[in-house]
């Protein structure tokens, strides 16, 4: 008899968890499962049978033996099951099963394209990104959308509005400064048009041009339109060192005032007086969400970031040499300040601001001063950025804290193109180096931070548990050998471990390559407003 001491969800519950997630990302609703008895001998044509995995379902459950059944684009069964005849067999024993990993927040807009097949994200188990990240998104985004169905990448892809966009199309050059009545009810509007769109939110980089200009009325505004289409709210908030708590408290009012949803982008104490302050911000945010603000977070898991030199400098008062010598006493020191672009000289990347001092025969504050100056008149020809670099400014500790936050899920912030290893070995590294190797958290609930709690935090109710229903978005990995390999020297290193990959029930990542297949789709947020 086939289909044993079956663990199924039924159809009441899972309609519950449905609606409890909000109108984001509606499933229609589930047939009744025929009976086992009533089954045909014959598989239904292109079914998949995942057998003897052990299976991490995404809530944070325990693992547990059981096969899964995949038909079409969807899990059909969980549990004992027994083969039909045409079904292709997947042998998992000894593997660990696990939803697809979500990753809420992403660069790859401008890559994807160029890199359909996605092997950065596939090849560390990422089935779902999430982009228009830190204000800037693409637009319209009806455009992009079209796009992505047209010419489908390897993954499934969803998208935030930018505030930094929206701003750029209204105020052009001349941003620095805040927006005019006109301006706001332009940027409404056009916030609007990309809600209906399918925008999850509104997404902001405050530490960021233009955004860095902005009050945090203009943001309430725009949040509050957001929240009317059913949307979020995520943020590079205004400062990750010198202002820090004064940002925590900007994104907290945002929340309460607008009443929606608001997330931390890559949580970080990127500042030496910072340090050890993780539980610190914990309570905090305890306390937000005790008050009613739903407040959350992501992070990745490296103790450097990447961005531009310029970010250093929140006045932006670049020839300011007490500023200098403040970024790098306590910022980052000189030799960890990794160049990563430099297109004045490009022989500079790969090299420290400590090592270009040697070669300038200058101090490092100097240093720092003229490589903006250099960058920035080059930028004023060109019309676009024209360094980046790689900063150490994290304390291990604290990251290991933030990590056990229950509201904090996991992204990578890289790109598929990048010279950050996060782009290629973020989820690798947490369940090779931070679960297996240091116990900082248990597999099941890394699982749930990667999978079930990511799709919460993003409104995606049809992804990120392993249950009848839930689109399969799968990911098979060895827990004794995944780790990353990818490096500030290698940041393009594949990461070991990941057996397999499927998206949509379609298999893009096996035997260490992506298969050429293209089935994710574009993730529109369905609800309230949209078209």
């Given amino acids: 008899m086939r289909h044993t001491r079956l663990s199924v969800v ?29 089954e045909p001998a014959t598989s239904p044509k292109g079914s998949i049978l995942i057998t003897g995995a052990l299976v991490l379902d995404g809530t944070g459950a325990p693992a547990r033996a059981a096969d899964v059944l995949i038909i079409g684009d969807a899990i059909a069964r969980v549990g004992v099951l027994d083969p039909l005849s045409g079904e292709t067999r997947v042998d998992a024993r000894g593997l660990v099963l696990a939803p697809g990993f979500i990753d809420t927040h992403s660069h790859a807009d401008d890559e994807l394209f160029d890199h359909p097949d996605a092997l950065a ?49 209204v ?16 940027m409404s509007d056009l916030l609007a048009t990309e809600m209906k769109a399918g925008a999850i939110g509104l997404a902001t980089g405050l530490e960021y041009d233009p955004g860095i200009y902005s009050t945090a009325d203009e943001v309430v505004a725009l949040a509050k339109i957001a929240r009317a289409h059913g949307g979020r709210y995520i943020s590079h908030i205004r400062s990750e060192d010198r202002f820090f708590w004064q940002a925590v408290e900007e994104i907290i009012a945002i929340g309460r005032r607008a009443r929606i949803p608001v997330q931390i982008g ?34 990745y898991p490296y103790l450097y970031w990447q961005s531009t030199l310029t970010v250093l400098f929140p006045k932006r008062d670049f020839a300011d040499r007490a500023e200098a010598e403040l970024v790098l006493a306590e910022i980052t020191p000189p030799d960890g300040l990794l160049l990563t672009r430099f297109d004045p000289d490009p022989s500079y990347v ?26 920035e008149s080059l930028g004023k020809k060109t019309g676009g950025e024209t360094e980046s670099v790689i900063g150490t400014s ?35 590294r947490i369940l090779g180096r931070y679960v297996r190797e240091r116990s900082v958290l248990p597999l099941d609930q890394a699982i749930h931070k990667m999978t079930g709690l990511a799709a919460e935090h993003m409104g995606f109710a049809d992804r990120g548990r392993i249950a009848p229903g839930q689109r399969a978005d799968l990911v098979l990995f060895d827990p004794a050998t995944v780790v990353d ?12 471990g ?27 947020r369905a609800g309230p407003g949209n078209s």
């Avoid at 105020?171 to 332009?186: I, L, M, S």
């Avoid at 890559?266 to 969400?289: F, N, P, S, V, Y």
């Avoid at 990251?399 to 904090?408: A, G, K, N, S, Y």
Wanted: hydrophobic share 40%; with cysteine.
């Fill in 394 to 428: 994290m304390s291990e500790p604290d990251v290991e804290r933030l990590m056990t936050w229950p509201h904090m899920n996991f992204c990578t912030d890289g790109g598929l193109d990048g010279s950050h290893p996060r782009g290629f070995g973020s989820y690798p």
């Fill in 350 to 375: 790969g090299r420290t601001v400590a090592d270009i001092a040697r070669l300038r025969d200058a101090d490092p504050a100097t240093t720092l001063m003229a490589l903006i100056h250099e960058s």
């Fill in 171 to 186: 105020t052009g050059k001349d941003f620095r400064r805040p927006v005019t009545r006109a301006e706001a009810r332009q």
């Fill in 10 to 38: 039924p159809k009441s519950l899972l309609l519950i968890a449905l609606s409890a997630a909000g109108a984001a990302f509606l499933l229609p609703a589930l047939a009744p499962l025929p009976a086992a008895a009533a």
């Fill in 266 to 299: 890559h949580t970080k104490l990127a500042m030496k007086t910072l340090w050890g302050q993780a539980d610190r911000l914990i309570q905090r945010l305890e306390a937000a969400r005790a008050e009613g603000v739903e407040i959350t977070g992501d992070m």
């Fill in 498 to 524: 990941i057996q397999r990959v499927w998206v949509n029930g379609v298999v893009v990542f096996e035997n260490g390559r992506t298969t050429g297949v293209r089935p994710g789709r574009a993730l529109r």
């Fill in 485 to 496: 390999r990818a490096t500030p020297q290698d940041p393009k290193a594949v990461s070991a």
């Fill in 121 to 169: 994200a596939v090849s560390q188990g990422i089935t779902t990104i999430v982009v228009g990240q830190d204000g800037e998104s693409p637009f319209p985004l009806a455009d992009f959308f079209a796009r992505l169905d047209r010419t489908p990448a390897a993954i499934n892809v969803a998208s935030y509005a930018g505030h930094g966009t929206l701003r750029d199309r």
